[in-house]
């Protein structure tokens, strides 16, 4: 099984699409309490390449610090023997993390408060379902709820795999 993940900046034009693509979804966002970006001023203005760039390194860092092996253990457990590579790209703009499970691109946000290894491996999740979401129809809600169960599920494996409880895996009840 070959995994890999590459990580690469957005252009000026990639974030003119993330805007158009996410400009009508501002009210799908604000109802669900998704948080996301938009740009205040043109793009051009806001756009900095190096702020991009030590974004990208350090999103890098904290990937090869907790990141790695998670792409094999995904594949493993849904039994997908071809390789996969996955594209994370960096935006400024649109909800902290999405993707395209056409093209195994995910695109998180440089101004989340959460952890960006956290949102690429939850991309990923979503990645792999969305082929079981679309068959049976899940909603945006159902969806989030499969997601977060299976990224809980995959922290409690690596807590029994290591014997090192984190405290960041949190048990969802009542639901």
């Not at 000026?12 to 158009?20: A, Y």
């Not at 890098?60 to 998670?70: A, H, I, P, T």
């Not at 101004?111 to 960006?116: G, R, V, Y």
Request: proline share 2%; aromatic share 12%; net charge negative.
């Amino acid at each position: 099984m070959k995994s890999d993940i590459t990580f690469i900046c957005n252009s000026i034009d990639d974030e003119h699409k993330v805007v158009e693509r996410f400009q009508n979804s501002v009210d799908f966002f604000e109802e669900n309490n998704i948080c996301f970006n938009m740009p205040d001023k043109a793009i051009e203005e806001e756009y900095d390449s190096e702020n991009y760039e030590k974004f990208l390194i350090s999103t890098q860092k904290k990937w090869e610090k907790s990141g790695v092996g998670f792409i094999e253990k995904l594949c493993e457990f849904f039994n997908l023997s071809d390789s996969i590579v996955f594209t994370v790209k960096i935006s400024q703009y649109g909800p902290i993390g999405f993707y395209d499970y056409k093209t195994n691109c995910i695109t998180i946000s440089r101004h989340s408060h959460i952890c960006p290894v956290k949102i690429i491996k939850h991309e990923m999740i979503h990645i792999i379902v969305e082929p079981y979401v679309l068959k049976y129809k899940f909603d945006h809600t159902q969806k989030e709820y499969i997601v977060e169960t299976l990224g809980t599920m995959f922290d409690l494996i690596e807590e029994k795999r290591t014997g090192i409880q984190t405290g960041k895996t949190v048990i969802i009840k009542n639901i």
